[in-house]
């Protein structure tokens, strides 16, 4: 079973930076999508930035220009940039790897991002 961990959540002030990195356990065959999702309190999990395939990436209408997905050759790690956050930014934020595989999916426990001054 592949296991997701996240890291690299905590507190920021308004304006700063902070950088998420996901890794998955093994090798995942047959990836779709790579993404990053947040849930912040009373809200459903929406979607932050992800890859689809080889060729496309999406961002969130929040966080374009603020944000930057990656992922290493081997696509078993990702990293989510976060520059000049907002309080809205508040959230725990997870990792997903979609497969073509009968949709299976694996996630992370998440990593919890809280920006206040």
């Known amino acids: 079973q592949v296991k997701v961990v996240e890291s690299g959540g905590g507190l920021a002030r308004p304006g700063g930076s902070l950088r998420l990195s996901c890794a998955a356990s093994q090798t995942i065959i047959g990836i779709h999508v790579m993404g990053w999702y947040r849930q912040a309190p009373g809200q459903e999990r929406e979607l932050v930035a992800e890859f689809m395939g080889d060729d496309i990436t999406n961002y969130a209408d929040s966080v374009k220009g603020r944000v930057a997905i990656s992922r290493d050759h081997a696509k078993i790690t990702m990293s989510l940039q976060m520059n000049n956050l907002k309080p809205e930014d508040t959230a725990i934020y997870y990792c997903?790897?979609?497969?073509?595989?009968?949709?299976?999916?694996?996630w992370g426990q998440g990593t919890e991002v809280t920006v206040s001054s």
């Open positions: 997903r790897w979609l497969t073509w595989y009968r949709g299976q999916e694996f």
